[in-house]
């Protein structure tokens, strides 16, 4: 007979969705009401402000996608790109391979730039094809590629694209929360991100900025936006402030109030502590993980301090240390994507999940596991290295 789900608990230091706060699940289960309700409508308000803060912006056109990040980047490439557009598309992961293919999808022309898996845009190749394709209209890259782990410089890409007076879509879905994200200082004309990442909420709400310049692209558009849904111009007239809304679709009310209060959270702690705190755990889960042995793929310098890409030690079982420890500690991390594959753990110490209970467990948890397999570690050594990075 089927009964009632009940998940079972886990620690959650994947690559997403990471763990969710009380704070946040209480504000979801509160009750349902209408999405034009006045009340509704002014959380919906408050959430434009909060995110307007949390992304660094003054942009009028920012707002929470009712999809999950995936279709926050469609929202951005949809709206943005048209028939015979070139768009510059950086590639070191899963995810500018996503980006390539919106760009194709619409009839764009992907004009790609690629670097290693493990490695960050080089703003160098970046320059080099823009002095190729003077006429690209947009530069497209992922500022935390959370396949590999790597941060690659936002900032300095974006400047490369303005003089060439190009629009810039970039990707922070896992940075947003987790590492600092400046919309307005760095010139991002779009951005997507998600809920389920450093803003520790259930998935499925992509918040998404549009700068005043990627809103005239929109409106200058000489075809009409091939997606009903993800179409800005009506979107826009929903989320819009002035108390004259229009019934588009009905926003995932409950998961909105659970973004408020993520928002909230983050808010209330300060986004400044927030990337202090994702840097602060993450050093002291490398403290504990190089003095077991264990090595990391990317380079300090462009490391993501909520995703650790670690080296499978040689002849260690991935899939069987990853059962392990979800059997064992109910701790999920992540797996290698692509030609990471078995080369790979993701650990993810984001929103929520970045604190030093986590770090002490998955240390702890991973070194019996690997201990009971016979792996090439240092054993007894990793905890005390990560208590002396905390001191
Ligand atoms: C998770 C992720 C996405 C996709 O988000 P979904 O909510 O899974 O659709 C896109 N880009 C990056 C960098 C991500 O980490």
Redo the contacts with the bound molecule.
């Keep these: 007979m089927i009964t009632s789900f009940h998940p079972p608990a886990r620690t959650l230091m994947g690559?997403?969705p990471s763990d969710v706060s009380p704070r946040v699940l209480a504000a979801m289960a509160r009750p349902t009401i209408g999405h034009l309700d006045p009340a509704f409508i002014q959380m919906m308000d408050e959430i434009k402000v909060m995110l307007k803060t949390v992304f660094n912006t003054d942009n009028e056109l920012t707002i929470p996608v009712s999809a999950?990040?995936?279709a926050g980047?469609e929202a951005c490439f949809v709206n943005l790109v048209e028939r015979g557009d070139k768009v510059i598309v950086c590639q070191n992961g899963v995810?500018g391979g996503r980006m390539k293919e919106n760009v194709q999808r619409l009839g764009g022309e992907a004009i790609m730039v690629e670097d290693a898996w493990g490695k960050h845009v080089d703003p160098d190749k970046v320059r080099a094809a823009f002095s190729a394709h003077p006429d690209a209209k947009i530069l497209a890259f992922?500022h935390?590629?959370?396949s590999t782990g790597v941060r690659s410089d936002a900032q300095a890409l974006c400047a490369i694209a303005k003089e060439y007076g190009a629009l810039t879509i970039v990707?922070a879905?896992?940075s947003l929360a987790g590492i600092e994200v400046k919309v307005d200082e760095w010139g991002i004309d779009a951005i997507y991100s998600?809920t389920?990442?450093c803003l520790s909420c259930p998935?499925g709400i992509s918040p998404v900025s549009f700068s005043d310049a990627a809103v005239e692209r929109v409106k200058a558009r000489t075809t009409s936006v091939p997606s009903w849904f993800l179409d800005k111009n009506l979107v826009m007239g929903y989320w819009s402030g002035g108390g004259k809304r229009a019934y588009h679709h009905t926003a995932p009310i409950n998961s909105l109030y659970a973004l408020h209060e993520a928002l909230l959270l983050v808010l209330e702690e300060g986004q400044e502590n927030v990337w202090a705190r994702h840097q602060k755990h993450h050093l002291a889960l490398r403290a504990g993980l190089e003095a077991m042995g264990l090595t990391f793929l990317v380079d300090e310098s462009h490391r993501l301090p909520q995703l650790n890409s670690v080296c499978i030690p040689e002849g260690v079982d991935d899939a069987a240390v990853r059962t392990a420890l979800l059997q064992n500690y109910s701790l999920e991390i992540g797996a290698g994507l692509g030609s990471l594959a078995g080369k790979v753990w993701r650990i993810g110490l984001m929103g929520a999940a970045c604190n030093q209970r986590n770090v002490m467990l998955c240390l702890d948890a991973l070194e019996n596991t690997l201990q009971g397999m016979d792996a090439p570690i240092k054993l007894g050594v990793a905890a005390q290295a990560a208590l002396q990075a905390y001191r």
Excluded: L, R
Aim: aromatic letters at 6%; glycine letters at 16%; charged letters at 15%.
């Design positions: 690559p997403g999950p990040g995936s980047m995810f992922v935390a590629e959370t990707d879905v896992t998600g389920q990442k998935p």
